[in-house]
C-alpha cells in the first residue's frame, strides 16, 4: 500500500465503517474531513485529537505538540492538555530522548498547553522516533464550532500553504539542496517549523463565526479542500493565482518534482465563513498580524470541486494540480484571449512529502 493516511475510500469502507457502536455523549465522531471528536460534558463540551508524526525526526517534539493542537483550534477553542506515546527504536541515546522532551515542552509552554500523561518506549518495532500525540480542549456547550458549510461561503488561508512540508524538507535534507537553495533560502525554510501552530487564529476567527475550520495537513491545501467538501456533501471552486505560496515552497517542490498544493501544510488554517463573517475575520485577522487571504468559495454539490487557473487563451499555462482524472476544461477559449483552466480535484492520496528520498 502507499505511504502515508489511509486512502479516503479505504478508510471509510474498512475503518471508519466497521466502528459498530457511538455512546450518545459523542456529539460528533469518526468522519473523513473532522477533525476532532467532541463530547457532552454538560455545561461543557470536550474536544480530542490525535495525531502522529511519522515523516519527521529533527524537530518531531515540536510538531508532536503543534499537530494535534491545532486540531483543537480548528472547533474554535483553546487546547488545555496533550497526552504523548513516544516509540523509539533500540539505537535512541539518552540525549535525542532529552532534545525531543525539550522541544515538546517549549512548544507546550509556548500554547499554555500542558504536557498531561502518557507513555514512552523503546521498541525495534520502528526505526526512526514516532510520537503520537493527542490533545484535548473544552469549550461551553454550544460554543465549539461546528462543521455547517453552506454554497456561498468564502474560503480562506492563513499564513503561507506548504509551510510544514517545506520545513521538514529543508531540515531533513539540507546537504542536498545546497546548491539549488541559498544558506539564508534553507534557514529560512526551516524557520517555517517554527510558524505552523494555527492556535491564534483558530480561536480567533471561532470567536467571530465560522461554517467550518480544518487544520490543513496531509494532502495539502486540495486534500483539505475535497475533505470538507465530502463531509459537507459540497462542491467548490480554488483560484491558483490567489494561492499564498513562499518562493522558497516553488523553489524547492520544483527541485524534487513536488505539487505544492498537495504537501502538508500544517501552519496554514482553512476557514469557511459566510461572506459578512469573512470580511471581519480577516480584519481581525491582519490586526492579529497574521497573514490570510481569500482563495475560493463553496458551491452547490453539481458544481463539483475544481481549482482553476488563469491561460493565455492558448492552453499555455496549466494548472499545478498533480491530477490524473477528467481532463481539465477551458473555458471561453480563444486565441489570444484569456481564459479559465478548470482542473477537478480529486480526492487526495499519499502526501507529497513521501517521494522525498
Request: proline share 4%; hydrophobic share 40%.
Amino acid at each position: 500500500m502507499q505511504i502515508g493516511k489511509l486512502d479516503n475510500e479505504l478508510l471509510k469502507s474498512i475503518v471508519i465503517d466497521k466502528i459498530k457502536y457511538q455512546r450518545p455523549e459523542v456529539l460528533s465522531g469518526p468522519e473523513i474531513g473532522e477533525d476532532c471528536a467532541v463530547l457532552d460534558f454538560g455545561s461543557y463540551e470536550c474536544v480530542v485529537s490525535t495525531d502522529p508524526i511519522t515523516a519527521a525526526i529533527e524537530m518531531v517534539g515540536t510538531l508532536a505538540i503543534h499537530v494535534s493542537c491545532n486540531d483543537i483550534a480548528s472547533n474554535g477553542i483553546e487546547p488545555i492538555g496533550v497526552l504523548l506515546t513516544v516509540l523509539l527504536p533500540p539505537e535512541t541515546s539518552e540525549i535525542e530522548i532529552e532534545k525531543i522532551m525539550t522541544q515538546a515542552a517549549d512548544a507546550a509552554a509556548s500554547l499554555g498547553v500542558g504536557i498531561i500523561g502518557g507513555h514512552t518506549e523503546i521498541t525495534d518495532a520502528v526505526t526512526k522516533p514516532i510520537i503520537s500525540s493527542t490533545a484535548i480542549g473544552k469549550g461551553r456547550a454550544g460554543h465549539v464550532c461546528r462543521t455547517k458549510v453552506r454554497p456561498g461561503d468564502h474560503i480562506l488561508v492563513t499564513k503561507k500553504l506548504a509551510m510544514e512540508g517545506t520545513g521538514i524538507i529543508a531540515a531533513e535534507h539540507a546537504d542536498a539542496l545546497r546548491g539549488v537553495l541559498t544558506e539564508a533560502e534553507i534557514a529560512e525554510a526551516v524557520s517555517m517549523l517554527s510558524e505552523i501552530s494555527v492556535v491564534k487564529e483558530g480561536v480567533l476567527a471561532g470567536s467571530i463565526g465560522v461554517s467550518a475550520m480544518h487544520d490543513i495537513t496531509e494532502g495539502g491545501v486540495l486534500g483539505a479542500t475535497w475533505e470538507l467538501c465530502r463531509l459537507a456533501d459540497l462542491g467548490a471552486e480554488i483560484r491558483r493565482d490567489v494561492l499564498p505560496l513562499a518562493a522558497v515552497t516553488e523553489k524547492i517542490c520544483a527541485h524534487y518534482g513536488l505539487d505544492p498544493l498537495k504537501l502538508i501544510s500544517s501552519g496554514s488554517m482553512m476557514i469557511i465563513a459566510r461572506p459578512e463573517a469573512s470580511a471581519k475575520i480577516m480584519t481581525a485577522l491582519r490586526d492579529a498580524r497574521v497573514d490570510v487571504a481569500q482563495i475560493g468559495s463553496i458551491r452547490d454539490k453539481a458544481d463539483g470541486i475544481y481549482l482553476v487557473s488563469k491561460t493565455a487563451g492558448d492552453g499555455s499555462e496549466t494548472a499545478r494540480d498533480g491530477s490524473h482524472g477528467p481532463a481539465p476544461i477551458i473555458e471561453n477559449e480563444s486565441a489570444g484571449i484569456a481564459s479559465e483552466l478548470r482542473v477537478p480535484v480529486l480526492p487526495p492520496g499519499s502526501d507529497e512529502i513521501y517521494k522525498v528520498k
